[in-house]
């Protein structure tokens, strides 16, 4: 069965620190992959996309994310975490070919940023 | 432009009524699909609509149904409410297409009372 892991349910970093979010996939073929970002209450911001060609995305507020075919993963990176991206992070897949319509979500990383 | 807009945000409901909720998608987007969000199990993709038509279903009872009217507004309904039905309900608009991303309404949370 296609899937989405996100090992990592809280994730606590120092203002400052560097962040890694993991996030693995299980499909037949390299599905369509995004990073979204949820603060409590609110809906789904998204944050990065990976269709094709370049493994390295840049998304918005300094969010990087690099495509690793060989580990079926799409890790979410940033250099220097502010107290304002405290939020849970989803990692979403479709299938390639397939439009975000019918997004298999993971099960979502908890970021906590200690001043 | 607008974004995605899902009416209202939140609503109380007792065991056994239905609710409807809408979602307004961004100006020019066909596609609807409709997520529920709870603790217990994530976020699932409940159903996408386009051209007033239902293109994929996820794994929910009958009690849930949905509509796409012809200027794209969507609504979904559910009957015969149930407490494990409280939720985040969020409503998500796209150009349907490949390479294409999804955007996402602030939600309508749903308390069964």
């Known amino acids: 069965a296609q899937s989405v892991t996100q090992p990592d349910i809280h994730i606590t970093v120092s203002e400052g620190a560097s962040l890694e979010l993991r996030c693995n996939y299980s499909?037949?073929?390299?599905?369509?992959l995004f990073w979204y970002v949820q603060s409590p209450g609110q809906g789904l911001q998204l944050l990065l996309k990976y269709f094709s060609g370049d493994t390295l995305v840049q998304g918005i507020k300094g969010f990087e994310a690099e495509f690793k075919r060989s580990q079926s993963s799409f890790n979410l990176r940033k250099p220097s975490v502010h107290w304002s991206d405290a939020a849970e992070y989803f990692c979403?897949?479709?299938?390639f070919g397939g439009g975000g319509n019918k997004l298999t979500f993971g099960t979502g990383t908890q970021l906590k940023v200690e001043l | 432009k607008a974004g995605v807009t899902q009416t209202p945000r939140y609503l109380i409901k007792t065991r056994g009524q239905q609710v409807t909720l809408s979602c307004s998608p961004i100006?020019?987007?066909?596609?609807v699909s409709w997520y529920q969000q709870t603790p217990g199990q994530g976020l699932q993709f409940l159903f996408e609509y386009f051209s007033e038509t239902q293109r994929n279903k996820g794994n929910f009872p009958g009690r849930f149904s949905g509509r796409q009217f012809s200027n794209s507004r969507s609504e979904m309904n559910v009957s015969t409410l149930e407490l494990g039905d409280s939720a985040l309900y969020l409503c998500?608009?796209?150009?349907?297409?490949?390479?294409?991303?999804?955007?996402f309404g602030q939600g309508t949370r749903l308390t069964v009372v």
């Open positions: 979403a897949v479709v299938p």
């Open positions: 100006s020019g987007h066909r596609s």
């Open positions: 998500a608009s796209n150009n349907r297409g490949s390479n294409t991303e999804a955007f």
């Open positions: 499909y037949g073929a390299t599905p369509y």
